[in-house]
């Protein structure tokens, strides 16, 4: 079979739609990997149709065999991201993991929410430490009227309000910082496996049909 | 008991099996691969998520994978087994003669060998 320009076009749709999810979470070199195949399995699955009179019913079995686009991106997600962040643990591939799951599920969207916060709370440790030698009197313990209510950066630091602690506070907030972003990633790693693998059963049940 | 997902989880545990087995004769594109596991297998596949399977057996270098044109038609990405692939496949092989002749013999203890009735 043929493809008219209607038919051509709605390919074309079918893989800009792949390529964009795709390109969400995987390097550039995978994606064209990954697209340029699912092209050439059109192609083929297009070419060994014969003697069809209507050509949009055929083209639209084809591409629904081939499965939705953002569900064919899902597998490429939970077998090649995924695997990678969570045997690697690097930084990359792991936040691209997080952000794919908190955009696609609302289970994932809180999930990554509370490692946002892990991270931001380790990171946020480590800027203090950061900012003390040039602020000295702008971070510490913070305390109102005689009464400690936080730790952390003041700018500027209000009326009633005292600013306490050395340079000790240095080590004691990479310390922190250290030890919360640690903490955070281990999760993170689990979190990343454990939610993976609910989504991979939930897949290879979509692939393996009943 | 749910018969359905107990039987969904059988046949999706021998899904890296069975597109090994397939990519052992010889070199395969996917869409051969796919064919091949729809005519010896009762897999109902959804195409498009065998390719990201492929991918990471790639990744897994059980899979080596390369572009090749030949003169009648496209460029096609042909996959092939690799030593370890090779290695693990038979491996696989090995565990699933042994896993399901284990079972078949606890089923004839059982006195309820009337298997082709589904």
């Known amino acids: 079979m043929e493809l008219g320009e209607a038919g051509k076009s709605r390919v074309r749709g079918y893989l800009y739609v792949l390529e964009r999810s795709l390109s969400s979470f995987l390097p550039r070199d995978v994606v064209a990997d990954a697209v340029r195949e699912i092209q050439t399995h ?13 050509e949009r019913a055929a083209l639209e079995r084809i591409l629904a065999e081939l499965g939705p686009p953002l569900r064919v991106a899902q597998a490429y997600s939970a077998e090649l991201t995924l695997d990678e962040a969570v045997t690697t643990g690097r930084i990359g591939p ?4 997080i952000g794919h799951f908190a955009v696609n599920s609302v289970a994932g969207f809180f999930g990554a ?3 946002f916060l892990g991270y931001t709370a380790g990171v946020a440790f480590i800027a203090i430490a950061a900012l003390k030698p040039i602020f000295p009197d702008n971070v510490g ?13 003041r700018f ?5 309000q005292t600013i306490a602690g050395g340079y000790w506070v240095i080590p004691i907030s990479i310390g922190i910082g ?3 972003l640690v903490y955070t990633h281990k999760v ?3 979190w990343l496996a454990w939610f993976g693998e609910r989504r991979q059963q939930r897949l290879r049940r979509n692939a393996v049909g009943s | 008991m749910n018969i359905q997902g107990w039987h969904e989880q059988l046949r999706r545990g021998a899904l890296d099996l069975a597109i090994l087995a397939s990519v052992a004769p010889g070199p395969r594109y996917g869409l051969e691969i796919i064919r091949r596991l729809e005519d010896f297998t009762d897999l109902v596949v959804t195409e498009g998520t065998i390719y990201p399977i492929l991918a990471r057996l790639t990744r897994e270098d059980l899979l080596a994978a390369s572009w090749t044109t ?8 042909y996959y092939r087994l690799t030593t370890q692939g090779r290695r693990a496949l038979d491996d696989m092989i090995g565990d699933w003669h042994a896993f399901t002749g284990k079972i078949d013999r606890l089923i004839d203890a059982s006195g309820r060998n009337d298997h082709g009735t589904r």
């Open chain 1, 42 to 54: 059109i192609a083929d699955r297009v070419g060994a149709v014969e003697g069809v009179p209507d």
């Open chain 1, 94 to 97: 792991m936040a691209r993991s």
């Open chain 1, 113 to 115: 929410l509370g490692l």
């Open chain 1, 141 to 153: 313990l913070l305390y109102r009227q005689g009464q400690l209510i936080g730790f952390g950066a």
């Open chain 1, 156 to 160: 500027p630091v209000e009326a009633g």
């Open chain 1, 178 to 180: 250290l030890l919360v």
């Open chain 1, 188 to 190: 993170a790693r689990r």
């Open chain 2, 70 to 77: 030949s003169e009648s038609s496209h460029p096609r990405k």
